[in-house]
């Protein structure tokens, strides 16, 4: 009997220890699911996706080993977003990151329980998205692109570019929410004694008549507001910077991507560099901390870009302080 009760105690023990090692295989086991929703072409957001494997992979994620990446884009099309994200909820995914306030509504109506990431917002707290910025309560946390104060600098670093500037056209998409924008831009304008034409627009198919408007007008220089439905596809900031390219017109872009496609200037937030930062959100929920308890991040840091060639091709010889300042001039 003696040796009846050692080996069951002995059976006990190991199989106390073989627990924890169990349990440990089958966590090991589990690889973690990303969903991401994309209101764009793949083509429109590269560099984006680029600096998000990136991070993961600075935070010792291997894609297709230790975490899977599962794409939906909406190529532009809007409606197309809530049966996307309604895919990626039944896979199921462990947490959804997310683009643009149009996409974090499609997610933020398909579910409550998967935490989502919003790789880039607007106006997440006016938007209804989450409660504050220090605490967003819910499932919904990350990275917000709200800067209006930086209109007036983007006006600023325009006039600078172009002294004899006096006339400037200010475009954005009619359901974009760039109230503050429009305000500190039109204050900007009257302290460099500079004339404001503020147009809107409800789709690309508009864009010839409001560059039409301008040439009307005599505009001397296009300034874009943040509008994410203008550049939800590369084709449309491409267009964008053709027409002002055939207008003759310099442009001031908010973001880098359509001054890559040929636009003069932009001054904003790195986008690509957003990317990377969700991926520390996506790391910190992975381990088990609440979307709710994660404080959405502002940013902090803007870069000025310069496309030489534009430049040349308008006849602008930019000043040597720009393009010390500039953290990238395009060749």
Known sequence: MWYSAVGVIVTL????????????????????????????????????????RHGLRDLGYVEGRTITLEYRFADGQADRLPALVAE?????????????????????????????????????????LVASLARPGGNITGLSSRAPEVSGKRLELLKEAVPTLSRVAALWHRDAPVGPYVK??????????????????????????????????HADALVVLPSAQFFSHQRVAERVAELAMTHRLPTMFGGREVTEAGGLMSYGPNYADFYRRAATYVDKILKGTKPADLPVEQPMKFEL????????????????????????VLQ
Do not use: C, W, Y
């Not at 073989?18 to 072409?41: C, D, E, F, K, N």
């Not at 909820?89 to 409550?112: F, K, M």
């Not at 496309?307 to 953290?327: E, S």
């Open 88 to 128: 990626l909820v039944r896979l199921p995914v462990d947490v959804l990151v997310v683009d643009g306030t149009v996409a974090l509504r499609a997610a933020q109506h398909a579910t409550t329980t998967i935490p989502i990431v919003m790789a880039v917002s607007g106006d997440p707290v006016g938007e209804g």
């Open 184 to 217: 500190e831009t039109q204050a900007a304008a009257q302290a460099l004694g500079l004339q404001l034409q503020a147009l809107e627009v409800g789709s690309p198919d508009e864009f010839d008549q409001a560059f039409a408007a301008m040439t009307s007008e």
């Open 13 to 52: 023990v190991l199989s106390l220890l073989a627990a924890p090692l169990t349990s440990q295989a089958q966590s090991a086991a589990h690889v973690p699911r990303l969903g991401l929703l994309i209101p764009s072409s793949v083509s429109a957001v590269a560099s984006r996706l680029e600096a998000f």
């Open 305 to 328: 870009v310069i496309n030489l060639k534009t430049a040349k091709a308008l006849g602008i010889t930019m000043p040597p302080i720009l393009l010390f300042q500039a953290d990238a």
